[in-house]
C-alpha cells in the first residue's frame, strides 16, 4: 500500500530538521573557515527566501484559479469559466516560470556554496517539474472541454511523488540558507558570536517549521486536487478500464461471452422539446438520468453512454457477473418507476420504450483525445432494435434474455417481429418480478407454448 503524499512529506521534514541542527552544529566548528564568503551568502540567501515565498503565494494563487474552475465551470458555462479562470491560471504559471528562472540563477551563482550546489544539482530542473503541473492540469481542462455534453466527467493522475521531492528539496536549500544567515552573524559580532549562532539556529528551525507548514498545506491541496481529477477519470470510464489506461501500450479491447445490454428511449420527449425552453428541457433530462444513474450503482452495472433522450447502459462488464441478466431486468423495471415518479410530479405524460438482449460483446477504449469505453457486435445492435421496435411503456427482451430470466420474472410472449437486416426475432415483454415462483414458472412455461 502507498504511502501517502503527506506522510512522506512529514518523513521527509523530520529528516530536513535533523539536517538543520546536523548543519548548524557543523557551522558552530567551522565558522571561520567561511568567514569571508558569508556577506554574500546572506545577500543570496534573502533573496533566496523572498523568492520562495513569492512562490508559495503564486502557487496557492494557481491553485485557486484550478479550484474554481472546476466548480464553476457548469454553473457559467465553459467558454466563461476558461476566461475567467484559465486565464488568470494561466497568468500565475508565467509568474511561476519567472521567478523559477530568478531562483535557478540564484541556485546556480556564487553565493551558494560549491559543495551543496554539487550535492543538490537536481534542483536545476525546478522549471520541469513547473511545467509538468501546468501541463497536466490542462490536460484534465482538454478532457472537460471534449466531454462537456457529459453528465459525469473524469482525469489525468498528478506524478506527486516527484512533486514531493521538488519541495523537499527547496526546504533544504532554503533551510541550508539560514544556516549560512547564522554564519554570517560571526562576521561582526565576534565576541557574542556563539549567542547569536545559537539564536540564529532557533530563527531556522523557526523558519523552516513555518515554511514546512505551508508546503504541507499545499501538499494536501494538491492531494484533494489529485483525488477529484481521479474522479473526474472515473466518471468518464470504468475503474479497471481508467487504471489500465494509466499505462496502456496497446488499443484496450476486450472479448466478453456472455453480457445483458439496455437501451433506453424516452417517447413523447421531442414533443415536450417544443413546448419548453431549451433549460427547462435540459434540466429535466437531468433530472430523469441522474435517476438512472444512480439505479446503475445500485444494480452493480456499467453505464456506457446516453445520445440524446437515449441511455445505454451492461451488465456483466468490464467485471463479470453470472446474474448480469437480472440486474439488468431490475434495472428496466425501477427505470419504469422513475419515469412514473417524475410524470407525478411534473404533471407530463413521458414514456419509455426498453430494450435488452444478451450474448457476447466486443467492449474497449476508441479515440486519443475525445476517447470513451464502447461496446460493438451483433448483441449491441440487436438490443438497439429491442428498442426502436418496441413497444411504448413495455420492456422487450429477445429469447436469449428471456431465457436467463424466465424462472424469476413474469414475462408475456410478444410473438415473431422483423428486424432490419436480422430477420425475424421472437421477443418477450418483461412484465414483472418477486413474485411466487411455482406460479412464475407455470405461467411462463405458458408463454413458451
Known amino acids: 500500500m502507498k504511502s501517502s503524499i503527506t506522510y512522506k512529506f512529514s518523513l521527509a521534514s523530520g529528516v530536513l530538521l535533523l539536517l538543520i541542527g546536523g548543519v548548524a552544529v557543523a557551522s558552530f566548528f567551522s565558522m571561520r573557515v567561511v568567514r569571508n564568503k558569508t556577506e554574500l551568502i546572506m545577500v543570496t540567501s534573502i533573496k533566496i527566501q523572498r523568492l520562495v515565498f513569492e512562490m508559495n503565494d503564486a502557487l496557492n494563487d494557481a491553485q485557486r484559479q484550478e479550484r474554481e474552475f472546476f466548480r464553476q465551470w457548469q454553473i457559467i458555462g465553459l467558454d466563461a469559466a476558461q476566461e475567467k479562470y484559465i486565464v488568470p491560471f494561466n497568468q500565475k504559471i508565467d509568474y511561476l516560470r519567472r521567478i523559477s528562472d530568478e531562483l535557478q540563477v540564484l541556485l546556480t551563482s556564487k553565493g551558494v556554496s560549491e559543495k551543496w550546489y554539487k550535492s543538490h544539482s537536481h534542483l536545476i530542473e525546478y522549471t520541469d517539474k513547473i511545467e509538468d503541473y501546468d501541463y497536466q492540469f490542462k490536460e484534465v481542462v482538454r478532457l472537460v472541454i471534449d466531454l462537456r455534453n457529459a453528465q459525469n466527467i473524469n482525469d489525468i493522475s498528478d506524478n506527486l511523488e516527484q512533486k514531493t521531492a521538488i519541495i523537499c528539496n527547496t526546504l533544504f536549500d532554503i533551510a541550508a540558507q539560514e544556516v549560512e544567515e547564522a554564519r554570517f552573524e560571526i ?134 457477473n453470472i446474474d448480469h441478466a437480472a440486474a439488468i431486468a431490475d434495472m428496466a423495471l425501477d427505470m419504469q418507476d422513475v419515469i412514473q415518479r417524475f410524470n407525478e410530479k411534473n404533471n407530463s405524460d413521458l414514456n419509455m420504450r426498453i430494450g435488452l438482449n444478451t450474448g457476447p460483446v466486443v467492449a474497449g477504449v476508441i479515440g486519443s483525445t475525445k476517447f470513451i469505453y464502447d461496446l460493438w457486435g451483433d448483441t449491441v445492435n440487436i438490443a438497439s432494435r429491442m428498442e426502436s421496435h418496441g413497444v411504448i411503456g413495455e420492456i422487450q427482451v429477445t429469447s436469449d434474455t428471456y431465457l436467463l430470466l424466465k424462472e424469476q420474472y413474469l414475462l408475456e410472449k410478444r410473438g415473431i417481429i422483423s428486424v432490419k437486416g436480422k430477420g425475424e426475432i421472437c421477443t418477450y415483454l418483461l412484465k414483472n418480478r418477486n413474485i411466487n415462483n411455482e406460479s412464475l414458472i407455470q405461467e411462463n412455461e405458458k408463454v413458451m407454448v
Request: net charge negative; hydrophobic share 50%; no cysteine.
Open 187 to 320: 562576521k561582526n559580532t565576534s565576541e557574542k558570536m556563539t549567542l547569536l549562532l545559537l539564536l540564529a539556529v532557533l530563527a531556522t528551525l523557526g523558519l523552516g517549521l513555518i515554511i514546512i507548514n505551508l508546503f504541507k498545506f499545499a501538499l494536501q491541496q494538491l492531494e484533494v486536487e489529485q483525488e477529484k481529477s481521479e474522479k473526474l477519470l472515473l466518471n468518464v470510464l470504468p475503474k479497471s478500464i481508467a487504471e489500465r489506461l494509466k499505462d496502456r501500450t496497446e488499443i484496450i479491447a476486450d472479448n466478453f461471452e456472455n453480457v445483458t445490454v439496455l437501451f433506453a428511449d424516452i417517447a413523447g420527449f421531442t414533443q415536450l422539446s417544443a413546448s419548453v425552453s431549451p433549460t427547462i428541457l435540459v434540466k429535466l433530462l437531468n433530472e430523469i438520468f441522474s435517476e438512472f444513474d444512480k439505479l446503475t450503482v445500485i444494480h452493480g452495472l456499467e453505464k456506457i453512454k446516453t445520445i440524446g433522450d437515449a441511455y445505454m447502459v451492461v451488465g456483466g462488464l468490464p467485471e463479470p
